[in-house]
């Protein structure tokens, strides 16, 4: 059970109203996490974000949105958030879809990379680097599948 910490805040830089236009102009692939104080599941949402390998990191740009400001009730409405935490996937400046609940970076790492269409398979090969998200096996299948669809074999 996951209880919520007074104070908290996402450590990816806040996203609001009045610099979304700003950040999808100069970041191609966006990806914010929607969240509250009140809501226990965000810190370690948070926490599974910045374990996220750096490959996706440089390819992504993450910003956090607060729920319970009031000058965020439009991006909230424009992404439809109902629930939290959710991840809204944003390219080109566009909303693509939403990842909503809590998930772990293990989790994290094959739903963006296929949301994102990110050209991942060829850098994250080394097995060491897998093995620090646990899961091997699960990874190892994600990044094979991969590597067939950005490295498809000539005949």
Known sequence: MYHPIRGWKPTTPPLTASNFEAVCDTHRNVAIHFWAEWNGVDPPFDRAIRKLPSEISALVHFMSCDTDDPQNDSLCKLFAIGTIPSLAIVVNGKFDSLIVGQRSSEELVPELINRFSLPIAKTITDTRQIAK???????????????????????
Do not use: Q
């Open 133 to 155: 998200f646990g899961k091997v096996s699960r990874l190892a299948c994600v990044f094979k599948w991969l590597r067939s669809r950005f490295w498809p074999r000539e005949h």
